[in-house]
T-cell receptor, first 112, second 113 residues
């Protein structure tokens, strides 16, 4: 019940394309869904987050789409750039604490 | 405002030795979390601490691992009698309050020979 499943494991996109990463969760008690970006040798950094009272949140080129009934959420990166090449993690947490349960990560490569 | 500071960044230990990893949270943050990341894997929760208290240690192995966050000084993750399977990146994160954004440090990479 604590799992967050992420796909794909790796993704290659051309510059200017749209990158889409998907996550599914099991625990309906989760109420906070962030996405983290991690560059090699660095710590994860919060990219964007959503709560289940909205179905979409956009910040610049990054959009989270949230489907509460399907228990799925996804990250869309519009106009993908080589500098977006990194590992992306989805995560989820419950109201009772901010402990995050992470997906397994998606390694994104944006070719120039 | 400095970020979450972790040290050492890299640590090499032989099997059976002890590893101590330190984490200084961001200024004003009283909640500290430790996560472990194995190569090519996601981050796994280990422990959640507030000053002088362990709030949730459900992700900590039962033996050899301990964590503390004293009233003064950094949080410390201690691994006794390390084994090769302990080789991983250990990340510390802090937040100002419960249910708020976590800020991660750059990690401590432990290699056990």
């Amino acid at each position: 019940q604590q799992q967050v499943k992420q796909s794909p494991q790796s993704l290659i996109v051309q510059k200017g394309g749209i990158s889409i990463i998907n996550c599914a969760y099991e625990n309906t008690a989760f109420d906070y869904f962030p996405w983290y970006q991690q560059f090699p040798g660095k710590g994860p950094a919060l990219l964007i987050a959503i709560r289940p009272d909205v179905s979409e949140k956009k910040e610049g080129r990054f959009t989270i789409s949230f489907n509460k009934s399907a228990k799925q959420f996804s990250l869309h990166i519009m106009d993908s750039q080589p500098g977006d090449s990194a590992t992306y993690f989805c995560a989820a947490s419950k109201p009772s604490g901010s402990r995050l349960t992470f997906g397994e990560g998606t390694q994104l490569t944006v070719n120039p | 405002n400095a970020g979450v500071m972790q040290n050492p960044r890299h640590l090499v230990r032989r099997r059976g030795q002890e590893a101590r990893l330190r984490c200084s949270p961001m200024k004003g943050h009283s909640h500290v979390y430790w996560y472990r990341q194995l190569p090519e894997e996601g981050l796994k929760f280990m422990v959640y601490l507030q000053k002088e208290n362990i709030i949730d240690e459900s992700g900590m192995p039962k033996e050899r691992f301990s964590a503390e966050f004293p009233k003064e000084g950094p949080s410390i993750l201690r691994i006794q009698q390390v084994v090769r399977g302990d080789s991983a990146a250990y990340f510390c994160a802090s937040s100002p309050l419960q249910n708020k954004e976590l800020f991660f440090g750059e990690g401590s990479r432990l290699t056990v020979l």
